[in-house]
């Protein structure tokens, strides 16, 4: 289904309302092509685009991996440094723990992250195939599900009969609607779980660098000024990850900065705490 534009961009027929398309797209929804066509509403001429529109929307999928390794990383190996540094002075063991830790956890969380995005395609595909297999032995009960999903947005009597219709008479168009809205599952492409994979382990050996990079400069006698320089340093990416979400999802950007930087200190206060303890233990 094609609906040009106007070369200005907007909509101004009284019988659908003023404003962009994106204003008055529920009342073009309403009704059907050939309801369009007897009132003149797609005569506009085509446009002629040299390349596909895009839209700038942010990746779900990249972000969540990328908070998830960078946050992980930074607070796991933070906590090891400052558990191990207040336990002993021995810059050889802290590097040795702290590295130890790096591997370690960019591996597990890259793994993860590749296991658990396999397992969601895995179960996407399976249902997809359950819920295609009902379309089409029990079809008269997928179209009451459809209309059951769009009373709840609103659309009654023959709004609502016109566009199950619509939505029935294609399978593809009716699956991928069902899949969203009713079992709530988004699809997951093939190479999404090496993607995830890439940017988790990736992200995780970032983090857990940074509160690493000041004790790269200390010795013995000054591993106090280097715990102080990774907390700080520490602190202050946590922060920029916070409001890195919060620019581009919702939300404030002070919030969620200072919201990821408690978490983030919090956790790495307690490996102090057990270093200190532990320290203190003849």
Do not use: C
């Amino acid at each position: 289904m094609f609906l040009p534009l106007p070369p200005s961009g907007k909509v101004r027929d009284s019988r659908l309302g003023r404003g962009s398309m994106a204003q008055v797209a529920p009342n073009l929804l309403a009704g059907s092509m050939t309801t369009w066509k007897k009132e003149g509403l797609v005569r506009w001429p085509r446009l002629n685009l040299k390349k596909p529109l895009k839209e700038p929307h942010s990746s779900h999928s990249f972000l969540s991996d990328f908070i998830l390794g960078s946050q992980d990383g930074l607070v796991n190996v933070l906590g090891i440094l400052l558990g191990i540094s207040a336990a002993t002075s021995d810059v050889r063991i802290i590097y040795v723990g702290a590295l130890a830790a790096l591997g370690a956890e960019s591996i597990s969380m890259g793994a993860v992250a590749y296991t658990s995005t396999v397992a969601r395609r895995r179960q996407y595909l399976k249902e997809s195939a359950r819920e295609e297999l009902e379309m089409k032995q029990v079809s008269a009960t997928e179209i009451d599900e459809v209309k059951n999903i769009l009373k709840g947005w609103g659309y009654e009597g023959e709004e609502l009969e016109t566009m199950a219709v619509h939505i029935s008479s294609n399978p593809k168009a009716m699956l991928e609607f069902m899949m969203s809205f009713e079992l709530k599952l988004a699809p997951v492409e093939k190479d999404e779980a090496r993607r995830s994979f890439s940017v988790v382990l990736a992200s995780t050996i970032f983090g857990s660098i940074i509160p690493l990079i000041p004790f790269l400069f200390v010795t013995a006698a000054t591993i106090a000024s280097g715990t102080i320089a990774s907390v700080v340093l520490s602190g202050a990416l946590l922060f920029f990850i916070g409001a890195y979400e919060a620019r581009i999802t919702v939300g404030s950007i002070w919030r969620s900065g200072l919201q990821m930087m408690i978490i983030g200190l919090s956790a790495g206060f307690a490996g102090y705490l057990i270093g200190h303890a532990i320290g203190a233990v003849p």
